[in-house]
């Protein structure tokens, strides 16, 4: 059974228009690199998601975790830093 709630992690499909100025466009984007462990593409990709969704948490911890895997730990800190204060 689908819910709203699974229906918001699933990818995107095939065929389904997402706008290149969105914030779910690029943290698509994102993930999937991450997937791929091409991090350094899936940190920019989410930077530009967190661009345009600056409130969303969940973005600036997925920062963190791709920046950690970079042994990127400045970066990492301050992304989780900002998931904190918007908690």
């Known amino acids: 059974v689908l819910t709203m709630g699974t229906l918001a992690t699933l990818p995107a499909v095939a065929g ?3 706008s290149k100025d969105s914030a779910a466009y690029y943290a698509e984007l994102g993930r999937a690199e991450a ?3 091409k991090y350094s ?4 990709y989410l ?13 600036h ?9 970079m042994n990127r730990t400045a970066p990492a ?3 989780l830093e900002t998931a904190v204060s918007i908690n």
């Open 16 to 18: 389904t228009v997402q």
């Open 41 to 44: 593409s899936a940190w920019r």
């Open 61 to 69: 911890k997925e920062i963190a975790e791709v920046c950690f895997k």
């Open 47 to 59: 930077e530009k998601a967190a661009a345009f969704d600056a409130r969303n948490a969940d973005l």
């Open 77 to 79: 800190i301050k992304a």
């Open 35 to 37: 997937a791929a462990r």
